[in-house]
């Protein structure tokens, strides 16, 4: 998942937002450099993450994409569903996306002493931007696409990853309807036994 369901499933617990933030940003194990709540945080990351890569429909989706596609299939699903929940938000949350956005990043720059430099500066562009609010806009795809595509060290075809995305979408969002509730139902019994 991408930074919007990661926040959502983790909101509104402060700990569980920086450290779901930060998921991306600390590999290996986990070693105490960080409060036991943030670590919390960091390991409901990885979990997400493990349950999305195997449940069925998020599968289902990644097989949609044309072959040459299909090992940068997670990265595009996290994406694209990360689009669906920007555009059903009303459906998953009470508050308007850009309300709880203010409040993410409320928690991030109380919390900024904590996050490496990598995850301050990406933290600042998105604040300053309001990134996270336009998930919803088909550019926020393409663009994504295209980024990731330029920060990965072989060659590989994302560039083109936005045609794929319109080539599926109606099937694609049919997934995620499925798809995220179940993810929220996971992340409900994950908090309650972790």
Known sequence: MNHLAHFKVSHPDPHLVVGGFLGDFIKG???????A????????HRAVDAYADRHPV???????????????GPIMVDVIYDHF???YWQHYHDNEISRFCDSVFAILRDNQEILPFPAQSLA????????????????????????????????NPLQRG??????HR?????????????LMAF??????EN
């Open 29 to 35: 194990r986990l070693r105490g450099e960080f409060p």
């Open 37 to 44: 709540p943030i670590e919390r945080g960091i390991r409901l």
């Open 58 to 72: 998020a599968r289902r989706s990644i097989d949609r994409f044309a072959p040459e596609f299909r090992r940068y």
């Open 85 to 87: 929940l920007a555009g």
């Open 124 to 155: 600042g562009r998105m604040m300053a931007s309001r990134s996270i609010e336009s998930y919803h806009h088909d550019e926020f795809v393409a663009r994504s696409l295209s980024s990731i595509s330029l920060r990965l060290k072989r060659d």
């Open 162 to 167: 936005f045609d794929e995305f319109i080539a």
């Open 170 to 182: 109606a099937e694609l969002g049919r997934d995620f309807v499925v798809f995220f509730p179940d």
């Open 187 to 192: 992340c409900e019994r994950w908090q309650r």
